[in-house]
């Protein structure tokens, strides 16, 4: 059983809307086992809408639609379903005293274009708004197989309060008695497609599962999602599935709860009764303000240096002036000073330091763009690690090196306090 | 001449995700007069994919499809329009080497599966990507009518970069001459409502004229549109709006260049040979980093502060222990003493400081969540500002203080140093 959602109106096709009634949706229909397999906007074209009205009906068991039902001339969706499924409307009189009574309530009389809103094609449910003026309809189409047509209203809040209170008993009634079941890893330090040629062999192919790699700035979430006659079975081919690829990929995976690397680094830390501060020159507040995104972070995080310029370098880390003079600002040797100038300064137990060259130019630094040095000093020692990302994109460079530097600490936790 | 816009990727049809990449697309076709009449998201799956893509076409001059470019195994967009146009595919040994370049610059040796992202549409034209793996394609199908079918990279900001550079001069050349011309203004320091009161009556009814309101944590876009028979009248009507526009919302008005605030706080500081430091508390490094987001920003930016302890106030800003205990952290004193501390600390003309609460708990400081002290310690003197959002989410508290703190900080130079 899969759906499909259709938002209709041309507000909606202006570089400054965005549908998100789909999203409340479809998280509802995935937690019954409906699928969504198509999402649409079209225009208010009665001639576009019938089209995709009949397509979205030849492929799809469920058709939501949404807006369209105002009480004005560019409201179209009635009249499109009508033409698209051959079928007659007629004024509910119940629908119309009602519309006529909100407007009394507000102590004005019904213009009378709002006629148009208890319009109802004939055989349909009437789905009750108790925010606004426009009723939803919910029409079931019986031809060579069994389909479900849902007109409600383009608000936000007037659809919400509608899916929930009128769909959703309804919905519970056909959808089917699937339980779905979705495993997560969590995992870094690897590109996209290392992790998918790793782990591709492991689930291509399998039935009853769906799997998907998403990657955003160096962080990677593989996702499980099984899809079976019953919670155990669900449960035990995703977790499997998670199990085994992990094994794969070793210490690159993170988490498995969802949790984001700031607070799996976090958490380390609370367990190890340590801290941890940073010095940052690249990222320019980028990794504190990760570390510190984490509520409660206080715990673990008690301040830190941005430390842009050679002279600040000095001056509030102590780095000497004749070794950026000799290997640079943007070398191990560097990386490694300020890490432990930021150990030392607000006396923590690690330190996390980077220099590095985000571009566009490379501000007379010998090093070339991309370029990125990412220290890291506990107590049993500092180390140096050097990276570089060739992507001529500032913000892109900034957000990889928080990441691996991020990555590169929770490893060193790893290694020093054990996983 | 109309467009679609297909979103490919069954991540794209989960609750968490939305196509914005639509919305950039869309803002530049209407700027050249073309219009888009639908946009649709579709998942994983062949069969559906392509007979979307038939069916864009049929109704469509211009169909872009964004995702589904890369190596893996469920990436079909490259196969879902061979098949749907009935065309052929080779590898492109040019576009193979650049793949195989890109991974040796990172040291690495190219897996197997990225081949797949050589695979070029014969007869297509090559779109470089000059932030990823993944070509784009651009291909003229001469059937009844001439179509446009266009393949670009998922990732915003490969997408955003291929389009500016390679599609933007082609769709030049195809455009219908329409004249349209966008006012902008950024505007911040007021709500989307107190803005949309202040200005809608000279925007409602103006005919020629698509008045737009975007607001993002604080940061408020004014787009004036006007489409007009010459370029002449419609750079007259949109920029007399934003004059007008301009009059009523004062100092609220901080660019109309289309610069960020950053950028327009960078430039004041060039300008006055002065530099400026930070002290932030709750925001954890959230104001540097776009102060720092700034290519160049060593010019004004040479370091900065992140105390996030009491102890750490102390030891690195020389905020008295006493003046802590008495005020408690998240004060009006504390803001002005960590200004000036930062200011001494790194020899900086300004500095900013942001102390308060972002939640979810007050962490034992008596202010409520959502309070912030804004400090801006300068040559003349230091002021400190209140603050209060309500809102029960860390990271917007956050945003809306850094958005506050760079908006005290211009409105101090241009009174400091003249608009």
């Known amino acids: 059983m899969n759906a499909e959602i259709i938002a209709v109106g041309s507000e909606m096709l202006t570089a400054g809307r965005l549908d998100t009634n789909s999203l409340f949706i479809t998280e509802h229909l995935n937690a019954l086992g409906i699928e969504v397999t198509a999402k649409h906007v079209i225009g ?69 274009i709002n006629r148009r809103q208890a319009m109802i094609l004939d055989g349909a449910e009437i789905l009750s708004n108790d925010r606004g003026t426009a009723p939803g309809q919910w029409r079931v189409v019986n031809g060579q197989s069994r389909r479900f047509i849902v007109l409600l209203p383009g608000p936000p809040s007037e659809l919400k309060s509608m899916f929930t209170r009128e769909c959703l008993p309804r919905l519970e009634k056909i959808a089917p008695k699937a339980s779905i079941h979705t495993a997560v890893l969590r995992v870094t330090g690897i590109s996209e497609s290392q992790l998918d040629q790793t782990i591709a062999p492991l689930y291509v192919g399998v039935p009853h599962l769906e799997t998907t790699v998403l990657a955003h700035e160096g962080d990677l979430q593989v996702r499980f ?87 600040t370098k000095t001056r509030l880390l102590g780095v000497p002036a004749d070794l950026l003079a000799q290997h640079g600002a943007v070398s191990k040797e560097a990386a490694a000073a300020m890490a432990e100038g930021a150990r030392r300064g607000v006396n923590a137990d690690w330190a996390v330091s980077i220099t590095g060259n ?24 500092t180390e140096v690690t050097h990276r570089l990302w060739p992507v001529n994109d500032r913000g892109r460079v900034r957000a990889f090196a928080s990441q691996a530097a991020l990555d590169l600490l929770n490893r060193r936790l790893i290694a020093h306090c054990g996983a």
Do not use: H
Not at 358 to 381: C, Q, R
């Open 44 to 112: 208010d074209d009665t001639v576009r809408l019938v089209t995709a009205i009949e397509r979205a009906l030849a492929d799809s068991t469920i058709l939501f639609l949404s807006g369209g039902l105002g009480p004005t001339e560019d409201d179209l969706t009635r009249d499109a379903v009508a033409r698209a499924i051959g079928c007659t409307m007629s004024i509910d009189p119940g629908t119309l005293s009602a519309i006529e009574e909100r407007f009394l309530r507000m102590s004005r009389k019904m213009p009378e």
């Open 225 to 311: 999602r099984a899809q079976c006659q019953t919670p155990q079975e669900a449960v035990a081919l995703s977790e499997e599935m998670a199990d085994r690829a992990s094994e794969l990929l070793g210490a690159n995976v993170y988490s498995r709860d969802g949790r984001t690397l700031e607070m799996v680094v976090g958490g380390r830390l609370v367990a190890a009764s340590a801290t941890v501060t940073v010095a940052e020159s690249a990222t320019g507040g980028g990794l504190a303000q990760r570390i510190t995104s984490v509520p409660g972070s206080s715990a673990w995080f008690a301040g830190g240096y941005i430390t842009y310029a050679r002279s």
């Open 358 to 381: 985000a571009g566009p130019s490379t501000d007379g630094e010998e090093a070339p763009v991309g370029t990125m040095f990412i220290g890291i000093a506990g107590p049993d020692k």
